[in-house]
């Protein structure tokens, strides 16, 4: 739970842990909805995201593709794709490796939750340091933002530095920039109107034709 690490640097008289009080509040979340926006180099994509452990993923395009859904569920290993809506023909059954649904940096739907990307800026970390800014405003939101960044040339996925801003009370990412070894900037993604353990419909997985 939050209170362990929190006591904990209590009692050692240590800041806390921004990224492990993330990643052990993400352990506890059971479901989560939100609007992603991500620019990059290619271009950007807008999607509602829906999540549900142990790793059902849906997402639902608005810009490009407006109307597609991909559907992920880890029981199957399996995506299920529908380019003009749930329900609508064709459907598609693809492996998260299949090019058609990876996006432009190569990521897996299969590996797009926020508990993955934690992960990542974790093993970065590991090989790198962390620096805490503290309590930052972003767009009037509270947050903390932290700065993960790799030793000499070391790097996660490509990934030489990460800048997360985590909402100031759940800890949940708000904003993520990913730069590469030149520290030119990779990705930038926004998280906004996130929903934490909302009730989602059973059928939001497994659409029925």
């Given amino acids: ?80 794709l529908w380019p003009f809506g749930a329900g609508r023909f064709p459907e598609l059954k693809l492996s998260p490796e299949n090019p058609l649904i990876r996006s432009p940096r190569g990521q897996q739907v299969d590996k797009s939750d926020v508990g993955a990307l934690l992960d990542n800026v974790k093993a970065l970390k590991q090989g790198g340091a962390m620096t805490a800014h503290g309590e930052q405003l972003l767009e009037q939101r509270p947050t903390q933002h932290i700065d993960v960044v790799g030793e000499g040339n070391y790097a996660v996925a490509g990934v030489h530095r990460y800048e997360l801003w985590l909402d100031a009370e759940t800890l949940f990412p708000v904003k993520v920039i990913s730069r590469d070894r030149n520290d030119a900037i990779l990705e930038t993604v926004r998280m906004n109107d996130a929903e934490i353990d909302v009730a989602l419909p059973a059928n939001l997985f497994d659409p029925q034709d």
């Fill in 1 to 80: 739970m939050l209170s362990t690490l929190l006591i904990a640097a209590a009692l050692t008289g240590a800041s806390p842990d921004m990224l492990d009080l993330a990643i052990e509040r993400f352990r506890e979340i059971q479901t989560y909805r939100v609007t992603l926006h991500s620019t990059h180099a290619d271009g950007e994509e807008r999607l509602r995201y829906f999540y549900s452990k142990p790793g059902r993923v849906r997402m639902e395009f608005i810009h490009p593709h407006a109307g597609a859904v991909l559907v992920y569920d880890p029981s199957t290993q399996r995506a299920r």
